[in-house]
């Protein structure tokens, strides 16, 4: 009788002895390798920020060249090609890189970066429109937005993968930024074409007055999150004289009446103002790219030399275990006389109100000053991380209500939200539960478009 195959087979080969050294190497090794991702992820937010950037620049001097009749701006606009075509190479560069094995990059960031690559792909032949003077101003500049709103998402979700607080941090401050720069570029190209068609237009006042308000809400997180030295910087920069110019010609913009005349030369005026304002967030934008370089930097090099060290990385293992079994250790130290069993921090607040002896007290409070410490530091860590993940995870929420209004009632993206702003001002409730109201109701609840509630 033969033995069953499972018998008979050969024994599989025996598994590598583990040890302690390996898995503290190792544990040090996968960490390495998060911080580089997470370097990488740095280089690819500034090549989509340079991009759009440039691409910024492009439409606001087409939205002037197209409003004119090609009259204005043609070698700028010209200028603006050339500076961005070589940053589209680039990100399509990186975009390949980011999708190699091993960089981590998720499915949803892969699909963003589609999605932004089919934009980059209809370049050539948006330009060719513009320069045959085919397209409107109007719709260059949606083109362009469109293009420019696909990259911001990107940068959005690069944001929202990241699990390392302090640069979550520095993500979150660097995407509101460049919203709220998206907002002004927007701003510079509507407001350059109501100045150079030479009247007044309700629908495009209207654009303006909700990209100001967008430049604000982004502008409040952004000094939220960002380091003191950068709301210091742009906190300076609204108080120059570049600035109130700015806000005198948007209010000559913004209080005309439709159809009135609009001195054409102030094109000019209005597309330097707003560059200058636009490039202020620009500035910032590289100096938060900096930090996110040196920070992501120096944990490499940190966590580098670290591993090198694999003695060293061992007794930081022995002196450094879990809070809770140092208490025990404590608790059983045959030298000391034992008090009542180790409780969690939050219980043993009020322990040293109830020791007797000034030796047990010093005891009680080296312990609670431990467990206190540690506590103290792991909230803050975690509540820097939530904090991050909430404000992305409320831009999800409004984001999404949007889409709902959008396909249920045919708003463009704009009605859309302005809608939802004009609830939360009437119901004096906070944008994110209008819109978590919003996702809430049922279908029959939207009237269809095209007809009355």
């Given at each position: ?292 370089r040196q920070h992501c930097e120096a944990q490499v090099r940190a ?151």
């Amino acid at each position: 009788m033969s033995l069953p195959a499972a018998l008979s087979a050969p024994a599989p080969a025996a598994l590598p002895a583990l040890s302690v050294s390996h898995l503290v190497l190792r544990a040090k090794q996968l960490e390495i390798d998060a911080l580089k991702h997470l370097a990488a992820r740095a280089e690819l937010v500034d090549v989509i920020g340079q991009l759009i950037h440039a691409l910024q620049r492009e439409r606001g001097a087409t939205s002037v060249y197209l409003a004119s009749g090609g009259q204005q701006f043609t070698e700028v606009r010209q200028a603006a090609v050339l500076e961005a075509q070589p940053l589209e190479a680039q990100a399509r560069a990186i975009f390949a890189t980011q999708t190699e094995p091993g960089q981590g990059a998720s499915a949803r960031m892969i699909s963003m970066m589609a999605w932004a690559l089919m934009g980059l792909d209809m370049l050539d032949g948006l330009r060719t429109q513009i320069e045959q003077r085919t397209l409107s101003a109007h719709d260059s500049v949606a083109a362009f937005s469109r293009l420019i709103a696909g990259l911001v998402e990107l940068i959005f979700h690069v944001a929202d993968a990241t699990a390392h607080p302090g640069i979550s941090r520095l993500l979150v401050a660097f995407l509101h930024l460049v919203q709220s720069k998206e907002a002004a570029g927007q701003e510079r190209a509507v407001g350059a074409l109501l100045y150079a068609s030479g009247h007044g237009d309700e629908a495009q006042q209207q654009r303006l007055i909700h990209l100001i308000d967008a430049q604000e809400s982004s502008l409040r997180v952004f000094e939220e999150f960002a380091e003191p030295a950068l709301r210091t910087h742009w906190q300076q920069h609204l108080l120059t004289p570049g600035v109130a110019r700015l806000e005198r010609l948007r209010r000559t913009l913004c209080t005309a009446r439709p159809g009135a005349a609009l001195d054409a030369q102030l094109s000019d005026d209005w597309f330097e103002v707003s560059s200058a304002h636009i490039t202020a967030q620009w500035d910032l934008q590289q100096q938060l790219v900096q930090a996110l370089r040196q920070h992501c930097e120096a944990q490499v090099r940190a966590a580098e030399q670290a591993l090198l060290d694999a003695e060293g990385l061992l007794q930081q293992l022995r002196d450094n275990p879990s809070p809770h079994a140092q208490a025990v250790e404590r608790f059983f130290d045959a030298a000391a006389q034992p008090g009542s069993m180790p409780l969690p921090a939050a219980v043993t607040e009020g322990l040293a109100n109830h020791i007797d002896t000034a030796a047990q007290q010093a005891q009680a409070s080296s312990l609670l000053d431990m467990l206190q410490a540690q506590s103290a530091r792991l909230a803050t860590m975690e509540a820097e991380l939530e904090t991050a993940r909430r404000t992305l995870n409320e831009r999800k929420v409004i984001e999404r209500a949007k889409g709902v209004l959008m396909s249920r009632m045919g708003l463009t993206e704009e009605a859309a939200f302005r809608a939802l702003q004009k609830t939360s001002m009437d119901q004096n409730r906070r944008l994110l539960d209008v819109a978590e109201a919003t996702l809430s109701l049922p279908d029959f609840a939207f009237p269809k478009p095209g007809t009355s509630k």
